[in-house]
């Protein structure tokens, strides 16, 4: 069974700070995509990262997918309020597809 | 809006009772997928349809729960004689073709299922 580990589980920070969520597992994804969920609402998608080694960046956000293809991070620099969300990686559900494997995510609090 | 639509945002029930969570995708989409999310937990993957078709039911619970996409209307997940541990969001997304492993998924904003 695939798993995605996210670290930590929950991150609170002051506006302005720097910071790294982690996403890992012990199997081989062929990729690995980001979302940010905010309360009450469904997830978004951020990136998706295919290429061992790859880093993708959106404004403050850094992505990078490991060389080995089972391990991700996102970097996010100057965290402001806006921030504030639920992180999660997901990646193909091996053998289908049709699935996603979901972490069960970062909840990052970024205070004023 | 033409993004994917789910109702009612919040369904509450007694235990016993029957919940049907609609969904309808964005516009030209013709695939849809359920997931639930426990609070503080990630989304667990439930089914995949296409109109008039179940292609993936293998995340769905062998009793109680069942899902259809007809051809006219919104894709319904129903879930009979529900219990308190049903309670979580459900949510909804959709595809215009067959997912491709980088393909993203739009989701809806789910609607929150609540059994006293």
């Known amino acids: 069974t695939q798993l995605l580990e996210q670290s930590p589980q929950f991150l609170s920070i002051q506006e302005g700070e720097n910071l790294t969520v982690y996403c890992n597992s012990s199997?081989?994804?062929?990729?690995l995509q980001w979302y940010r969920q905010e309360p009450g609402e469904g997830p978004v998608l951020l990136v998706t990262?295919?290429?061992?080694?790859e880093v993708k960046k959106l404004k403050r956000l850094t992505f990078q997918f490991g060389d080995a293809r089972k391990d991700s991070s996102l970097h996010i620099t100057a965290a402001q309020p806006g921030d504030t969300g639920l992180y999660l990686c997901?990646?193909?559900?091996?053998?289908?597809?049709?699935?996603?494997?979901f972490g069960s995510g970062t909840q990052l609090t970024v205070l004023p | 809006n033409a993004g994917v639509m789910q109702n009612p945002r919040h369904l509450v029930r007694r235990r016993g009772q029957e919940a049907r969570l609609r969904c309808s995708p964005m516009?030209?989409?013709?695939?849809v997928y359920w997931y639930r999310q426990l609070p503080e937990e990630g989304l667990k993957f439930m089914v995949y349809?296409?109109?008039?078709?179940?292609?993936?039911e293998s995340g769905m619970p062998k009793e109680r729960f069942s899902a259809e996409f007809p051809k006219e209307g919104p894709s319904i997940l129903r879930i009979q004689q529900v219990v308190r541990g049903d309670s979580a969001a459900y949510f909804c997304?959709?595809?215009?073709?067959?997912?491709?492993?980088?393909?993203?998924?739009?989701f809806g904003n789910g609607t929150r299922l609540t059994v006293t």
């Open positions: 349809l296409q109109k008039e078709n179940i292609i993936d």
């Open positions: 516009k030209g989409h013709s695939h």
């Open positions: 997304a959709s595809s215009p073709l067959r997912r491709q492993d980088n393909s993203p998924l739009h």
């Open positions: 997901a990646g193909p559900t091996s053998g289908s597809a049709r699935q996603l494997t």
């Open positions: 990262v295919v290429t061992g080694g």
């Open positions: 199997s081989v994804f062929s990729s």
